[in-house]
């Protein structure tokens, strides 16, 4: 099974090809800042040739860590190439990341631009390594996972677990007897391939792992998907006791979430969004499993968002954490384990962060789309109670300029209820409150599905 995972490592890389390759953009512009943000930054790219390509090597200023995918991009796909940057020196910058690719001889050369007036002390410590030999470096996470059945649920003892960074294995380790695993690992962004007797390889890239991603949970599905004749019976017997009666009499309002068809994001019916996520990840968030709900309504609108929407994620608490940057939704697999990660911690600087997802709305404008932006939060914020009419004249300004604003509620703060209902109309949004009923889970799907209907 061993030499099974390196085979399956090495084809990451190894197969020759051709093609072409097509950017969306070959500039990443991290625009005018005072106190560095770091954020990893995404270059999108489509093979427009008749033939699979690869990608080779990547020469990358100092400061800069690039991932990129090893297996086999085909024709016509998309795929995209991470970049975590921190400037060495204040001022302006303007560097060039060239890139080797198996379809052409002559690289492409993708740009780096900005300035920066300060830069923290000690930042980059907790930042992605994409280095080849990440793996050579001292370990300092220890992270715990679980492999299971994704029919049975049941744990996979034995099951093999391989971590890479750029095509070079980091980690290669068992499943205890109970399913779980438990490995110290680097801060960075790797590949992974599991497997066991009996269930198909899980193959995952662009898995991205801090401090905070714990635990890890994968699922395989067996090679004999048939279910057990007890599960059938067990089946069978929860929809005989359903109410079929209540079920046919059902009728769905056009816009209402429990309506099956409104949850299609429809290429002709709607405009490409532009989207940016605000979410309060500040202590407050931890009361009541709030955190989890607002995780639980992202990843089900994410999974419904089309390759032509753009989604940037910005957390708030302390301070500011740009997790996703304007990508493009053709991985839904990578942005849910990334919203899965978040953790609550700090205060509230709930108008800082407004401020910023303005920043990246504007950053990402389609001027044919519905650009928007969703503040998802209890409502605590710390830094709003002063000067809140300027803050509302500034929603207002932007709402001229294209951007709207709606909120995602949660919990009973009257006064911040109050203050997001405010927000959104001066944003020309709308709020949503959500509570522990599932019936709320599609809530953000039919909000941006009102905003962006043609």
């Not at 401090?211 to 599960?231: G, H, Q, W």
């Not at 089946?235 to 409104?262: A, F, G, M, W």
């Not at 109309?425 to 799907?445: E, F, M, P, R, W």
Request: glycine share 6%.
């Amino acid at each position: 099974m061993r030499i099974f995972l390196s085979l399956l490592l090495v084809s990451f890389i190894t197969q020759k090809a051709y093609g072409q390759l097509e950017f969306q953009s070959k500039n990443i512009y991290y625009g005018n800042q005072e106190d560095w943000i770091r954020s990893i930054n995404y270059f999108h790219f489509k093979n427009t040739g008749p033939k699979a390509i690869y990608l080779l090597r990547a020469e990358a200023p100092e400061g800069c860590q690039i991932s990129f995918p090893k297996e086999a991009i085909a024709p016509n796909s998309w795929a995209e190439i991470a970049v975590d940057f921190i400037p060495r020196k204040k001022g302006s910058f303007n560097h060039k990341i060239t890139l080797y690719h198996s379809g052409s001889s002559k690289a492409s050369v993708l740009k780096l631009k900005g300035s920066v007036q300060n830069i923290p002390l000690g930042m980059g410590q907790d930042c992605p390594d994409f280095s080849a030999n990440a793996g050579e470096k001292a370990l300092n996470n220890l992270h715990s996972g679980l492999v299971k059945d994704a029919i049975l649920g049941k744990p996979i003892a034995k099951a093999e677990v391989l971590f890479a960074q750029n095509g070079h294995a980091v980690e290669y380790f068992k499943t205890a007897p109970n399913g779980i695993f438990k490995k110290e690992l680097r801060l960075g962004i790797y590949s992974i391939a599991i497997t066991a007797k009996g269930y198909d390889t899980l193959k995952i890239h662009n898995f991205y792992i801090n401090r905070n991603t714990d635990p890890f949970v994968f699922e395989l599905s067996p090679l004999n998907k048939t279910l057990p004749t007890a599960i059938i019976e067990k089946k069978q017997l929860e929809q005989i006791q359903i109410n079929t009666e209540e079920v046919n009499n059902l009728r769905y309002y056009e816009n209402d979430p429990r309506n099956p068809d409104s949850l299609q994001l429809n290429i002709e019916g709607f405009a490409p969004n532009n989207l940016v996520f605000l979410i309060d990840v500040s202590k407050s968030m931890k009361n009541y499993a709030h955190l989890d709900l607002i995780k639980k309504n992202i990843i089900e609108m994410i999974k419904h968002l089309r390759p032509s929407d753009q989604l940037s994620i910005l957390t708030y608490a302390d301070g500011i954490n740009v997790l996703s940057n304007g990508r493009h939704c053709v991985d839904h697999h990578s942005m849910i384990q990334m919203v899965d990660t978040l953790v609550t911690r700090g205060s509230t600087q709930g108008r800082k962060g407004i401020k910023m997802a303005y920043k990246y709305a504007k950053k990402h404008f389609l001027k044919h789309g519905n650009n928007m932006i969703i503040v998802a939060t209890d409502g605590g914020f710390n830094s709003l109670a002063q000067n809140q009419r300027s803050l509302y004249e500034y929603i207002k300004k932007q709402r001229n300029k294209g951007i709207t604003l709606s909120a995602l509620g949660i919990g009973k703060n009257e006064k911040g209820i109050f203050l997001m209902e405010t927000m959104v109309k001066y944003g020309k949004g709308n709020y949503c409150h959500i509570n522990t009923n599932t019936q709320d889970i599609n809530v953000l799907i039919s909000e941006i599905k009102q905003q962006s209907k043609q």
